[in-house]
């Protein structure tokens, strides 16, 4: 089977190298810079083509190009789509919905569209998706089996998919704000920076593992770590005093919005 990746940026890329695992598939990489598709075949073994070669042939097309790109490119290769039998194409745009991408293609193709984050480049991600009607199981099967090494892959209504992208998608960015904040302060506190990074790395590794492994609701295992007028406390308190948690929120909040403007 072919399959074939349009924009690889870096969730397009980091797609390529997941599904670059199963040594079953051939590979076609198309990006706007020749120069990045040949870097990245000459990683995982595809082979670099023009977006014409990926509509042309390809049975399954990953799309990871800006939703502002969406219109215009499928309208550009529409008269390739309109002679082919069903393809499942897979659409990364933030905010286009499935009625949206249906709209800009010919009437026979599957539709799925996708959230990955990007952590799926060590296999610690968050994939999650819906499909169009047309989409059979097959189809799904296949889907999931060919980014199942890219970590959690989820199913979502549709209606839930920018929630999900604001939290798993936009979140790694909150995230390694907190890992810099978490160096920094023990840089302060008088840490080597190295050690201080290899510490606070550490310290979210573990505790992301301990909430996941234990099933224990986050304030329950806060509390674990607050013994009475500890340390720890103390800095809950400073935090609280600076509306942690809401500015968390709000960021979220705000990125959901953002990714509802993007399909407008």
Known sequence: MKIGFIGL???GGSLARVVAR???HQILLANR????AKQIANEVGGEPV?????FEQANVIF????PTQFADLLQEYHAILEKRSSVLLISMAAGLTLQQLEALVPTQHRLIRIMPNTPVAVGAGVISYAVSDKVTRQD???FCKLLASAG???RLYERQLDAATAVAGCGPAFVYLFLEALADAGVQAGLPRDLALQLANQTLLGAAALAKESGQHPAVLKDQVCSPAGSTIAGV??????AFRGNIIKAVAASYKRTQKLGK
């Open 9 to 11: 940026g870096n969730m």
């Open 22 to 24: 199963q040594k079953n």
């Open 140 to 142: 799904e099967g296949l």
């Open 33 to 36: 810079s020749p120069e990045k």
């Open 63 to 66: 799309l990871g190009v800006k």
């Open 237 to 242: 308190a400073s935090l609280e005093a600076d």
């Open 152 to 154: 959690m892959v989820i």
């Open 50 to 54: 023009t977006n014409e070669v990926v």
